[in-house]
């Protein structure tokens, strides 16, 4: 192009296009502001990870010796309130999802640009009110608010941290509106709901819960800030209020809210394992309906966070045969998975090993959902270290994994440079043993009684609890690993061409890094998704990097 | 109790382990056999409905028989025995508050004899708490503003921790406390060596009478409020036509707020006592109704308490 002034002719990209800081800030461009979501989304992630680091560091001995118990208190609130909010919820649909799914479906953009620049803003205002409540002595009701220990019982900034994640959750709000038009209006011709991408599927299955669930969170914060402001008596056993409403309506969210945190990982893998392994993903329509299953029972299960909060008993048993209801959706997507593999091209490239540890660790976080699901056994272990392992195994060894895993997969799209292999396959063994160690002692200490939160604990759960410490401090080494070499790469990788995995999928039919509209002409899609058997029979299986 | 839960979660162990192992092995095995060679094209398997029900349908049989068998052990977790010893319990930030039937308080430190069922009804004074004794396998959520209820059979004397598995503020950890375990001969002499205040339903037949309950509250059917013997676990008729039992929460709720299920055929004169009565006092209250509606062979150390004249209950008029 005539414009471009740097010394190298380099292809205009939506990088280098525009320049300086008023290009990014003001961009509606879905890669761009999927970038800027990047960057803060991974900024809350050390946040949240160095608060993890101090609770670990804290429990390595039985006395509350490191930190005050108000602090203790405070950190593991901060914890899971900035990992949820303002990492998990957010990481792939408004990084990936936003970068890809307008990509894969040959879409220009999103839907609504625009409207996807008001929710990066959203977030941020959102996450300056975290930062406020952080900055100025936190917040120490645990993630969940419970009341009316939230309510009447703390003098923090409970009504603070309650509008962070309000005014976040608009943010998630707009971005899965957005996505739900896009898939809907904005597919290229020929790209039938049939040959869409399972990351697409993923997208729009949590759209749905976030359009849905979101409004409710929102209420319910609400209703928490007014009951501190006012005194409104809602969850006031004293002026009539039901201390318990408050979890119905907050698990009504916070449950699905867990499918926003999976399923987009699952449509990662399902891009992941098909590219390689060469074939065609197994039982493509089973897995796209599985994904939209799992969004729907998922909103059915709630109570099941509450077989002990004082629910009725037949309450328990529809709300725990309702979740073995969507243990069968999920059970399905592995077993299609390790499907897929059979009699495959199997390589060993830095995304499928993340791919394995997600199927690995994802089938250990669901099996173990079974005997949370299990009422008489939840009984012991709700509350308990096990649940904690449980939930961590399906945010961080799925949800955590898969994200890092579709980040290698698709660097050399969003950067335009490869990462170095070597490192890659390094630091993902790193993070598959650090996890290991940090979280399966927890689902031993779970069931010998250690319940959670707890600042100080009985001497005969110190040996588990320095297991898990050890294992902590490997996994945060395992994480600041990608974010050394990624940067490194962006000016030192070996440059990508349009195609580096030989993938399937239109996103990889457009230049590494793509231009502005992603392609210079709309895309005519006339294949089916994961085509790798005429890709192959074409240019040859890919040889091993 | 906590055999039938350990034998389920041996149970789930194994189909657990057995499924973590059939699908790594099928994975190593197939990252292994199939890893990618120079020019060797992958087998394209489109997908096969047949399997896909086979991997539906048999997992949620599984299923179904996990969840069978789970309710069947909540369901016993949640129903006490008939006959069951009773200790009241108060929690607070930072303590477990206990009183026994027979006049006995402890602070932190529950003692019960071996082979009896403990029934543990619980309320909480501020946030919601959770009485957990892993050792019993059992835990229950107490709520301020109603009871909620446990209970165990301890088969082995010694002492269990006793937890607090519901995060409730600052030193939500260090809300714990024992439950000892006795042999019941040594469980007499601990109960011999404490309070001689008398029963706790004696203390609320104390209350009954300095409070005022007994003004209108009387023995016969000439009282202004219904006459509370034998009504306590029978079905009551309610002014709007509504049916309740009434059980503790009932007893409790119409102590604190009297208006909100008025008993068919009475006004709803009587004034609230939320604020004018302690949880301790409001459960010796609850003890008195119930011990009103309890047969002669009352519990070991709890004298019958039922009024001399004590006539048919007339709670349906």
Known sequence: MATAVVPLPERE??????????????????????????????FFFFIGGFFALLIRLELLTPAGDLVQADTYNKLFTMHGQVMVFFFLIPAVPAVLGNFLVPIMIGAKDLAFPRVNLLSWYLFIIGGLLMLYTILTGGVDTGWTFYTPLSTQFLDTHVVAAALAVFVAGFSSILTGLNFIVTVHRMRAPGMTWSRLPLFVWSNYATAIIQVLGTPVLAITLMLVALERLFHLGIFNPQMGGDPLLFQHLFWFYSHPAVYIMILPGMGIVSEIVPCFTRKRIFGYHAMALAVIAIAVLGFLVWAHHMFVAGISLYAGLAFSLLSYFVAVPSAIKVFNWTATMYKGSISFATPMLYAFGFIGLFTMGGLTGLFL??????????????????????????????????????????????????????????????????????????????????????????????LSTAGATILAVGYLLPMVYFLWSMRYGKLADENPWGAAGLEWMTSSPPTTFNFDETPIVTWEAYNYDEIDREKGVPVER | MAGNVDALFIFLLMLCGFMCLAIFTMIVVFAIRYRRRAGQMAEQIEGSNALEFTWTFIPFGIFLVIFVWAAFIYFQERTPPQGAAEVYTVAKQWMWKFQHEEGQREINELHVPVGRDIRVIMTSQDVIHSFYVPAFRI??????????????????????????????????????????????????????????MGSLA???????????CSTCHRFDTQGRGPNLTGVFGKPVLLEDGRTVTADENYIRESILQPAAKVVSGFKPIMPTFQGLVSEEQLNALVAYVKSLSQPPTGVAGTPNLKPPNGQKPEINR
């Open chain 1, 13 to 42: 990209n939506y990088l280098n296009k525009e320049y300086g800081i008023k290009s990014w800030l003001l961009t509606t461009d879905h890669k761009r502001i999927a970038l800027l979501y990047l960057l803060s989304i991974t």
């Open chain 1, 373 to 466: 699901a299990a009422l008489g056994i939840d009984v012991h272990v709700t509350d308990t270290y096990f649940v904690i392992a449980h939930f961590h195994y399906i945010m961080v060894g799925g949800m955590v994994i898969a994200y890092l895993g579709g980040m290698h997969f698709w660097w050399p799209k969003i950067s335009g440079r490869m990462y170095p292999e070597f490192w890659g396959k390094l630091a993902a063994m790193i993070i598959f043993i650090g996890f290991n160690l940090t979280f399966f002692p927890q689902f031993v200490l779970g069931y010998l009684g250690m319940p959670r939160r707890y600042w100080q604990y009985s001497p005969e759960f110190q040996i588990l609890n320095v």
């Open chain 2, 139 to 196: 835990k229950q959520d107490v709520l301020p503003g109603r009871y909620t209820v446990a209970w165990f059979r301890a088969t082995k004397p010694g002492t269990y921790h006793l937890f607090c598995a519901e995060y409730c503020g600052t030193m939500h950890s260090g809300m714990i406390g024992d439950v000892v375990v006795m042999e019941p001969a040594q469980y007499q002499n601990w109960l011999g060596g404490g309070a001689a």
């Open chain 2, 202 to 212: 004696q203390t609320g037949q104390g209350l009954f009478m300095s409070l005022g």
